[in-house]
């Protein structure tokens, strides 16, 4: 069963990068069938998609935060990496990892990590 | 980007009612829609994909319906473990989007 977790500061200062990593187990992460996301929920608030990767690097992001997302992978110790340059209380977010497949020419989100609440603040 | 909308935004039903959620895409997204479910504190779980597939392990009295831009969430004989937020996302566009959410509470 391929679980996924997400690690990192909780408490992130204005201006300053917000970084994550979620660490895989129990599947491979080096498939082209999957990519691998950053969704995020704001308190109280509905999913955003923020970006997604493959196992080779190739990325893309939401239009809205494209300038200041940058992810990455590491396929060696199943982890993907999410970076997000100067930040504002709006970034304030629970931030969830999940695995992107494709069932045809469909994407949908089938696991997730359980989430971390990021909040920016001085 | 496709915007989704959800309709209603919330509603209130009993245990064993049957509940449909209306989600509209802002253009045609053929049948590139999928359903979750998240409850407080937890990760969202997919329900749906393809606007009618079931996902393993969710219960029959989920469907999904829909092509174009209208779909349909329905609950044949809502649980109590059905009390949640519903949302629908679209992976037609490489940029995907949710919709707002429609929270189904205790009537």
Known sequence: ?122 | DIQMTQSPSSLSASVGDRVTIACRASQSISNFLNWYQQKPGTAPKLLISAASSLHSGVPSRFSGSGSGTDFTLTITSLQPEDFATYYCQQSYSTHVTFGPGTKVDFK
């Not at chain 1, 979620?22 to 308190?43: E, K, M």
């Not at chain 1, 109280?44 to 990325?59: M, P």
């Not at chain 1, 020419?105 to 990021?118: A, C, K, M, P």
């Open chain 1, 1 to 122: 069963q391929l679980q996924m977790q997400e690690s990192g500061p909780g408490l992130v200062k204005p201006s300053e990068t917000l970084s994550l990593t979620c660490t895989v187990s129990g599947g491979s992460i080096s498939s082209s069938t999957f990519y691998w996301a950053w969704i995020r929920q704001p308190p109280g608030q509905g999913l955003e998609w923020v970006a997604s990767i493959s196992y080779t690097g190739t990325t893309y992001s939401t239009p809205s935060l494209k300038n200041r997302v940058t992810m990455s992978v590491d396929t060696s110790k199943m982890k993907f990496f999410l970076s997000l340059n100067s930040v504002t209380a709006a970034d304030t977010a629970v931030y969830y990892c999940a695995r992107q497949s494709s069932v045809g020419t469909n994407t949908n989100f089938d696991y997730w990590g359980q989430g971390t609440l990021v909040t920016v603040s001085s």
